[in-house]
């Protein structure tokens, strides 16, 4: 008999679970809730949002189903976006997807009585992104604040190999996500979930009339939103999102069909692609004007410095990323414009002609992610790399202001795979490891009414004067004047220089005189200024109490100031900022902080250096401290008393 009660109870629950997550069941209480529980500062919230994969075999082929159902609650106006939805569709290669809406309604409380507003016909349209795919998009009508909206969506699709990622978290907060996935005994899948929540996964095997179905059920509560941060190179890459790729199909006559490859596979393939390593393996386009422009040059830096320039006067990015040619090497080097795998397909065979060790580096740019799986198609760019002994130089001349192991920022993403001559394949980073500097000179002097005026160099290396010169591009002096009197509010900026713009090797030198006279604070008979004049960090750039994923600091760099000032006549020293110096645990941070006076002058040196391009997630703490620590100590102010 007990065991009966608890198989009843067992029962119930489940029943009471499925019913709070049905369309159609909304109360007053949940209309009346003014914010998230968990994150108040949310402009709206999944209730549930649930999923549900099958398969059908119709006419001889499979068709594969998936059923989203979901709830929202809106809190302020900040959550009214949620009211626009979309479901992306494939419509090319003459095997189109379906996709339709349904259920999709909003709910107020008006009166203290619930009232439903279904979705009009002028609510649902389709977009055309382009000749393969379609949105089919709904607008919830009579959103405002307190309401719920709900929906659900069918897309029925005939591609097998591509089951859609199913996003447990987004930019609001999920209270309750479920997704159930039917697959056919015929069909194996590789699956993996990104990103740090714990998500809960249930496997039973389903026997039907004709064949047996894995049935897997994945689910989470109370599911954080993520949300952009400083320092993230793509807030994709830690969110949690569970991922499909087809890796066997099961013939009826027993035999197995393995799609998936590793590493090794996916790299050898593309590398006997035509679009790809044949493009290499032509010269005769270029050797006539490539000879002329190596001249007598003959160490290899000199060669493979010239091949870089050469190519990048010679070509025009088109703009397209890409891994295989679209017209190819020859044909968009007779036009002079390419994509990303032509231009640089071709910087490698010149390299190679030259008698340079060189070879195709694989990647996928920030934007593209990280790739989850094994596979040609997660690649999205392709960059040169010459061995040097033990080393690589990485090449992309796709950009005028890239050089030795200067990347554009948009493919330092992690690691890329390097292929050699015969398709073999290996990992290589792609993250910068040399700390790239920034120093900066200052000599300033305190007139009697407090105005501060002197004059500035400021040094920029490496990645810093690559970002100098990106951030700067086509900007003639006086643009930069604005924009630094833009940075600084209050300066004025006079006998503005530049040194080395065009020349890649060396640093880039600004120079100019300035004036400001809201430096200073005076109050009674003393000044009140800080060390670092107008260089000082204001604000924390680290505001979470935790992180989940690392700090992509992307650069190592350094931040180096030699501060003197003069003070006024009249006035001395009362009392200067104690010296500092902080290390970051594990060494990934260094802050010194050193001030002293001689006479009527101060002496200031700080720098601040970040030593890693990755922080991980343990260190955030340390990392926020550490930023404190730095910020306050740059707004402690100096005081002059003024002699009587």
Not at 66 to 83: H, L
Not at 220 to 240: D, H, L, M, P, Q
Request: with cysteine.
């Amino acid at each position: 008999m007990r065991k009966i009660l608890v198989v009843a109870f067992l029962l119930f629950l489940q029943t009471a679970v499925s019913q709070k997550l049905q369309l159609g069941k909304v109360t007053v209480e949940e209309l009346k809730e003014k914010s998230h529980g968990l994150d108040p500062s949310a402009g709206a919230a999944f209730v549930f949002k649930t999923g549900h994969t099958s398969f059908v075999y119709s006419k001889d082929k499979w068709l594969v189903t998936t059923t989203v159902k979901v709830k929202i609650k809106i809190y302020n106006k900040n959550g009214f976006e949620k009211a626009n939805q979309g479901i992306a569709y494939y419509v090319g290669g003459g095997t189109v997807e379906k996709a339709f809406f349904s259920d999709a309604v909003t709910y107020n409380l008006v009166d203290g009585k619930i009232e439903k507003t279904k979705l009009k016909t002028e609510g649902e349209f389709i977009e055309n992104v382009n000749d393969e795919w379609k949105i089919k998009k709904i607008v919830l009508p009579a959103v405002k604040e307190g309401s719920i909206i709900e929906f659900s969506y069918e897309l029925i699709s005939p591609h097998i190999t591509r089951i859609n990622d199913w996003y447990f978290q987004g930019d609001i907060p999920v209270n309750s996500a479920v997704y159930t996935a039917l697959i056919p005994q015929y069909f194996q899948y590789r699956t993996i979930i990104t990103g740090y929540e714990a998500i809960d996964k249930k496997t039973d095997i389903v026997n039907g009339a004709q064949y047996a179905e894995l049935k897997t059920t994945y689910s989470g509560s109370n599911i954080g939103a993520i949300r952009e941060e400083s320092f993230v190179n793509n807030i994709k890459n830690y969110t949690s999102i569970l991922k499909y790729e087809l890796a066997s199909v099961s013939k009826q006559n027993g035999l197995i069909e393995n799609l998936s490859q590793d590493w090794s596979g996916v790299t050898k393939q593309i590398y006997d692609d035509d679009n790809f390593g044949k493009q290499m393996k032509l010269g005769s386009y270029f050797e006539e004007e490539l000879k002329q422009a190596l001249g007598n040059k003959n160490s290899p830096d000199e060669r493979i410095k010239a091949i870089l320039q050469f190519v990048k006067t010679k070509m025009t990015w088109d703009g397209k990323f890409g891994i295989f040619c679209d017209k190819g090497v020859k044909k968009a080097y007779t036009e002079k414009t390419g994509n990303v795998a032509e231009i640089n397909l071709m910087l490698i065979a010149m390299l190679k002609y030259a008698g340079i060790k060189a070879n195709p580096v694989l990647l996928s740019t920030k934007s593209n992610g990280i790739p989850s799986f094994p596979n040609r198609t997660v690649f999205n760019y392709v960059v040169a790399a010459v061995e040097d002994k033990q080393e690589f130089i990485l090449l992309d001349a796709t950009n005028h202001n890239s050089f030795f192991n200067i990347l554009p920022t948009r493919t330092l993403n992690w690691a890329g795979r390097l292929i050699r001559d015969n398709g073999r394949s290996e990992d290589i980073d792609l993250m910068p490891t040399k700390v790239s500097i920034d120093k900066v000179s200052v000599l300033a002097s305190i007139d009697e009414s407090g105005g501060v005026s002197g004059k500035l160099r400021e040094q920029y290396y490496d990645y810093a004067a690559f970002l100098f010169r990106e951030n700067n591009d086509n900007l003639n002096n006086q643009a930069c004047v604005v924009k630094l009197e833009k940075k600084f509010q209050g300066i004025e900026i006079s006998n503005y220089s530049l040194e080395n713009v065009k020349n890649l090797e060396s640093p880039i030198i600004e120079n100019y005189s300035f004036e400001h006279n809201d430096l200073v604070e005076r109050i009674g008979g003393k000044m009140y200024l800080s060390a670092m004049l107008f260089f000082e960090k204001k604000e924390n750039p680290f505001k979470q109490e935790e992180r989940k994923f690392p700090v992509d600091i992307t650069i190592p760099y350094s931040d180096s100031f030699s501060i003197v000032i003069n003070i006024p006549k009249g006035y001395e020293v009362e009392s200067l900022p104690e010296n500092m110096n902080l290390i970051m645990d594990g060494n990934y941070g260094h802050y010194s902080f050193v001030i002293s006076n001689s006479l009527n002058t101060i002496q200031i040196s700080s720098t601040y250096t970040i030593n890693a391009s990755l922080i991980p997630s343990i260190q955030y703490k340390n990392l926020k401290q550490f930023y404190k620590m730095m910020i306050d100590k740059q707004n402690e102010k100096i005081v002059l008393n003024k002699i009587k």
